[in-house]
C-alpha cells in the first residue's frame, strides 16, 4: 500500500504588527542610550519643558511667545550659581548615583506629617518637601512632560526614573550640573542662568553675585510663584540660608571636585 506522506507544516510566524510592537521596547532603549550619549557632548538647542511652554503659549493664543535660552558652559558661569543650586536642591549631589533614599525618607516623614497637621487644622496642605535629585530634575525638564493625571503621572515617573539612570551611567557630575544650570527654570519662561542673569540684572551669568545665584536658586522648584528680581520675605529668607549652606558644602572647591 502507498501512502502519501502529508508536507510538514511550517509554523505559522507572529504577524508583523505583533513583531514590531514586542521589538519597541529595545528600540527605545536603544534610541534613549543614544540620545543621552550624544548629549554629554551636543549642548542640547531646546528642552522638553521649554517645548511644552511654548506650546501652551500658542494654544492660548500668545503667539508672540519666545522662550529665554541662552546656553553657558560652566566655566563661564559665576560659581556661585550652580553651588547655590545645590546648596538649595541636592546636597548630596556628588555622592548619590541619581536617587537620594535619604531624602526620600525624610520627606516622606515631613510630608506626613504636614497632612495630619492639615487634617486636624481643616486647611488644605501647603509646601510638602520634595525628594527629586539634580539628575531626576534633569531627565524631568529635559526629556519628559509635565501632568497631573493619574496614568500618566505614573509613567512619566518610571521614564524620569529609566532616563536618571543613563545620565547618571553615562555623564560625569559636572556635566549634569551644567545642563541643570541651564534648563532649569528661573521664572515663567526664563530658562538657565544666563537668561535669568540677562532678563533680571541686564548682565553676563558670569558676573552674578553670590546674593543674586541664591536669589535664583530660591525660586526653585516654583519659579513662576516667586521672583528672584522682587523676592519677597520667603525668598529673601531662603536665599541667605543657601549662602550659608554654599560654605558648608565647600564652596568652589566643591566643583572643583566634580570634575
Do not use: C
Amino acid at each position: 500500500m502507498n501512502y502519501e506522506i502529508e508536507p510538514s507544516k511550517k509554523p505559522r510566524r507572529a504577524p508583523r504588527w505583533f513583531r514590531w510592537l514586542l521589538a519597541l521596547p529595545f528600540l527605545f532603549a536603544a534610541a534613549s542610550i543614544l540620545q543621552v550619549a550624544v548629549l554629554r557632548f551636543v549642548d542640547p538647542p531646546f528642552s522638553a519643558f521649554m517645548a511644552a511652554r511654548t506650546l501652551e503659549a500658542w494654544v492660548s493664543g500668545d503667539f508672540g511667545f519666545r522662550v529665554a535660552y541662552d546656553w553657558r558652559d560652566l566655566e563661564r558661569m559665576a560659581p556661585s550659581l550652580p553651588l547655590s543650586m545645590v546648596a538649595a536642591e541636592d546636597q548630596n549631589f556628588a555622592t548619590h548615583h541619581g536617587f537620594d533614599l535619604d531624602a526620600i525618607e525624610k520627606a516622606r516623614i515631613h510630608n506626613r506629617k504636614m497632612v495630619e497637621r492639615a487634617e486636624k487644622r481643616g486647611r488644605p496642605v501647603t509646601r510638602l518637601r520634595g525628594a527629586s535629585t539634580i539628575s531626576q530634575q534633569v531627565a524631568k525638564n529635559l526629556f519628559l512632560w509635565q501632568g497631573s493625571h493619574r496614568v500618566t503621572r505614573w509613567a512619566r515617573k518610571g521614564l524620569e526614573a529609566w532616563y536618571t539612570v543613563l545620565i547618571e551611567a553615562l555623564w560625569p557630575k559636572s556635566r549634569i550640573l551644567e545642563v541643570y544650570a541651564n534648563i532649569a527654570e528661573f521664572g515663567d519662561g526664563v530658562y538657565g542662568g544666563q537668561a535669568a542673569a540677562r532678563r533680571y540684572w541686564g548682565k553676563d551669568a558670569a558676573r552674578l553675585t553670590a546674593a543674586e545665584s541664591a536669589r535664583l536658586a530660591a525660586v526653585l522648584p516654583s519659579p513662576r510663584r516667586y521672583s528672584a528680581a522682587n523676592p519677597g520675605p520667603y525668598v529673601q529668607r531662603r536665599a541667605k540660608r543657601i549662602q550659608r549652606q554654599v560654605a558648608q558644602i565647600g564652596g568652589t572647591a566643591y566643583l572643583e571636585a566634580l570634575r
